[in-house]
């Protein structure tokens, strides 16, 4: 008995310890390529290319980075990124929060055929939509503008907000509000002092999920602008690979360490916010 007892406490030490086999092949798919990215970005032009390559630089050169906060209009296009993540999710968030309240609390005919189109957007390839929105804001003269981008970086995040915050408001007991109503709260108190405070982690969740999606985006400010004042990160980067030719691979990848950087120390800070927001949006 004792025998049988200690070869299945083994064969269960066994089986947790192969569980961190897939996990850490994973890991290291995901992690690798980071860090030979960033470990390139301090190396020379001509490391780059050495045969065989070596993982870390003989010295740390700092060549790429120089090249990079010294080329021109860099931080026009810091500001373009930054200025649209932060102002289309604000935009976005915003407009969720009504949104979700709505068919979180509000009963009404066709609601779920309703909350379902909405997330029409995110399942149509993003191609398929630059088309018509070119055409679109070529007819209001929003061309190369703010605005513009506002518009397709608001739009493109609102359904996912929408569908979390739904999950979740509709997890915050009615009463709550009634309460709140027999006192004499109007509306917009309601929300301002009792749905948004119990509903912090699935905000900060949108909220993190629109600038990065923001941050990242490429298709539409490509197809949306032509200015070179416009030019967001990512869109820089692609056009920096496009003009070199043989690229200079080590300031290509000093410009991605400054595009990625940023939005990941974000997403790390509220990462246990982001996926708490998720789970009680999905449960409740």
Not at 96 to 106: E, I, Q, R, T, W
Not at 137 to 145: G, H, I
Not at 179 to 189: H, P, R, T, V, Y
């Amino acid at each position: 008995m004792k025998r049988e007892i200690n070869v299945q406490t083994i064969g269960n030490a066994v089986n947790k310890r192969l569980y961190w086999i897939p996990l850490a092949l994973l890991i290291l798919w995901t992690v690798f390529p980071l860090l030979w990215g960033f470990s390139a970005s301090f190396k020379t032009y001509a490391e780059v290319y050495q045969v065989p390559p070596r993982i870390l630089p003989r010295t740390l050169n700092l060549r790429a980075y120089n090249v990079v906060l010294e080329s021109r209009h860099f931080f026009t296009y810091v500001y373009n990124s930054a200025y649209l993540a932060i102002t289309s999710s604000i935009i976005a968030v915003f407009v969720s929060v009504l949104a979700g309240y709505g068919f979180a609390k509000y009963k009404f005919r066709f609601a779920g055929i309703l909350l379902l189109l909405i997330l029409i957007p995110r399942i149509i390839p993003r191609a398929s939509l630059i088309i018509p929105l070119f055409q679109m804001m070529s007819a209001l003269r929003l061309l190369n503008s703010y605005p513009a981008l506002m518009i397709t970086y608001t739009a493109t995040a609102i359904p996912l907000n929408t569908m979390v915050l739904t999950g979740f408001f509709r997890g915050i007991p009615q009463a709550l509000e009634d309460a709140a109503s027999i006192d004499g709260a109007k509306l917009w108190q309601r929300i301002w002092y009792i749905i948004i405070p119990m509903s912090l982690p699935a905000l900060v969740t949108v909220s993190v999920m629109s600038l990065r999606e923001a941050w990242n985006e490429f298709p539409f400010v490509l197809a949306l602008t032509t200015a070179t004042r416009m030019r967001t990160l990512p869109y820089q980067l692609f056009m920096l690979r496009d003009a070199m030719g043989i690229e200079d691979w080590p300031v290509v990848l000093a410009f991605t360490v400054f595009t990625i950087v940023p939005i990941l120390t974000f997403y790390l800070i509220f990462q246990k916010k982001v996926t708490s927001g998720l789970v009680s949006g999905a449960i409740k």
